[in-house]
């Protein structure tokens, strides 16, 4: 059965990223240890860290004790704020379809997908790292 909602790989490891880091507070966190965590690609992971730092989200610092932090208090990030760093404005789609071949009428989904479109970015916007942060002992102890 296909996934009805997706995010881009690069997404959903910022997503899990971001809140690895929030349940960290002053304690940086290196790339390796978050990659293992996520199953990801070093690689990969230092390149959507690269989008997260750009975009102000995280810090990084280098050498012994180094790692990743974010760079804000995790109640003023939200995970809208890392969908976007990675992979730019959300924009509520209002079809399917590359060009709309409707005119924005009669569409054969009705009117639900700008109704979940919007939901999604609102629940982005609304969901705060501060309010997802227990979930980070979660995935460290899933890792172990």
């Given at each position: 059965?296909?996934?009805v909602l997706r995010f881009s790989e690069a997404a959903t490891?910022?997503?899990h990223a971001a809140v690895l880091l929030a349940g960290r507070h002053e304690d940086p966190?290196?790339?390796r240890d978050i990659a293992t965590i996520l199953g990801a690609s070093e690689a990969h992971l230092s390149k959507v860290m690269g989008c997260l730092s750009r975009a102000g989200l995280v810090k990084s610092s280098r050498g012994v004790g180094g790692g990743f932090l974010l760079a804000?208090?995790?109640d003023k990030v939200s995970?809208?704020?890392v969908y976007e760093a990675v992979e730019g404005r959300l924009v509520p789609k209002t079809c399917l379809l590359p060009e709309t071949i409707c005119g924005g009428e009669d569409c054969i989904l009705g009117g639900l997908l700008p109704v979940v479109s919007q939901g999604i970015?609102?629940?982005l916007a609304g969901t705060k790292l501060r309010?997802?942060?227990y979930l980070a002992d979660r995935m460290m102890e899933m890792d172990a």
């Open positions: 059965m296909s996934d490891l910022a997503f966190m290196p790339n804000k208090s995790s995970m809208l704020d970015k609102d629940y309010s997802l942060e």
